[in-house]
């Protein structure tokens, strides 16, 4: 008996180790799987701490939103300005295009009349967009509708390792009227002069809007009494006006071997031999010495690209707080890494009163390094508080191999996240 159970109980003895040794084998897979899990996804986790931030970087903001020109003429050009505000705080590149059936009447400038079709613009700040309008002489009557975009690049950006995979995208909404209507019109908003000194020329200032849909040249004239007596008279009309602008047009008068004491100026403003307006202001010329000089420096700021070998504009903006126009100059000192490298200072420059004038000076970039730019600007005497700015310039032989991130690492993270659910899959399967 004991002969024919000790067969069957090896056999059962054999079958507990195999049913052992194939609860241990899956033991030890279901713990190698969820130790491959626990560290593919940590894998995932941290590239989207890389991958997520880069995408989003840039911030883009537009104002105004919409544009319209209700009347505009066959062959007639217009201007609008539209700000573009980078509101990131890392320096960003920005594109600006037009869409739409009349996108060739749309060309883009900045403000000193350079045709732009890409702008850099710091962290936390803003630039100004011209935009012209030329309707073809052949354009019909009627209403069109176009659509201006800026937009991000992806992939440009000033900071270190990092880049913006994504572009952002912000529209602005054109709206144009073409009419077979000229309309020549006009109105003043003010006319004002300030007392001088002598030996200073006096300023008349007049502000005028162009109400029409054609370009307006406002005829200004000016008669100089002293007491009762005409002692002086002139007139202006080179000025020219485009339509829907409002522009201020100043006059001067040279009041050299001109006595100290009162005076009136007689001024009349007509548009297409129609009096838009007349005024008479008294006016003062005083002992020099007499009006108070004041001034501030607003802003230090640069134009160009922060690189080995450029030359940069240091542009320091100046407003005249004074009583009188005053001639004003930049004088700078520039530090790179702390050390006093270079002194800069730019063209003496009039700045008229109540007016703001921008001092530039240029720098060269000859080596990298943490650059600081340090001045104040020097007016009839005096100067003012110092300002300055900081730059980082680096070698241009520099590559930072993170930028590369952004598409690679989307890839790396779908491929892991594959290999997450064949795993899960197999073990659901072997369950």
């Known amino acids: 008996m004991l002969s024919i159970l000790y067969p069957l109980k090896v056999e059962v003895e054999e079958r507990e180790k195999q049913m052992i040794k194939g609860l241990s084998f899956k033991v030890a897979k279901e713990a190698a799987g969820a130790g491959l899990m626990f560290v593919l996804l940590l894998l995932l986790l941290i590239l989207s701490i890389i991958v997520i931030p880069n995408a989003g970087a840039v911030g883009v903001g537009v104002v105004p939103a919409n544009v319209s020109i209700t009347d505009a003429t066959r062959g007639g050009e217009y201007e609008q ?3 573009v505000y980078n509101t990131d705080t890392t320096t960003s590149t920005f594109r600006v295009y037009a869409t739409g059936d009349i996108r060739s009447w749309i060309s883009f400038y900045d403000l000193q009349g350079n045709r732009l079709t890409e702008m850099t613009i710091p962290g936390k700040n803003r630039t100004k967009i011209l935009m012209k309008f030329r309707i073809p002489e052949d354009a019909p009557t009627g209403s069109y509708k176009s659509r201006v975009y800026v937009e991000s690049i992806p992939g440009k950006t000033a900071t270190k390792g990092a880049a913006a995979q994504v572009g952002i995208q912000v529209p602005v909404e054109i709206n144009l009227r073409v009419t077979g209507e000229q309309i020549l019109s006009g109105i003043i908003h003010g006319i004002t002069i300030s007392d001088t000194e002598e030996g200073y020329p006096l300023i008349i200032r007049v502000l005028f809007r162009n109400t029409g849909n054609v370009i307006a040249k406002p005829v200004i004239n000016v008669e100089i009494f002293k007491g009762t007596t005409q002692i002086s008279s002139f007139s202006a009309s080179n000025e020219t006006v485009k339509p829907h602008r409002l522009k201020e047009i100043r006059l001067k008068w040279d009041t050299e071997g001109q006595a100290v004491g009162d005076y009136l100026a007689n001024v009349s403003v007509s548009l297409a031999g129609k009096l838009l307006n007349s005024s008479e202001i008294p006016f003062k010329i005083l002992e020099p010495g007499t009006l108070t000089r004041n001034g501030i420096l607003r ?4 134009e160009g690209k922060p ?17 009188i126009s005053t001639k004003a100059r930049f004088y700078g000192e520039v530090y790179r890494n702390g050390q006093l490298i270079d002194v800069i200072n730019s063209e003496e420059l009039e700045v008229p009163v109540r007016e703001t004038g921008v001092l530039t000076s240029y720098l060269k970039l000859d080596a990298p390094g943490a650059y600081n730019i340090s001045g104040y600007v020097l007016y009839e005497g005096k100067k003012t508080d110092k300002r300055s700015i900081q730059l980082e310039v680096g070698s241009p032989k520099r590559h930072f191999p993170l930028p590369a991130i952004g598409a690679a690492g989307t890839l790396i993270a779908i491929i892991l996240t594959l290999i997450i659910f064949k795993i899960n899959g197999v073990r659901f399967h072997n369950r």
Do not use: H
């Not at 802003?299 to 640069?302: A, E, F, I, V």
């Open 81 to 83: 300005v539209i700000n």
């Open 299 to 302: 802003m230090l700021s640069y």
């Open 307 to 323: 690189e080995v070998g450029a030359l940069i504009k240091v542009l320091a903006t100046f407003e005249n707080t004074g009583k």
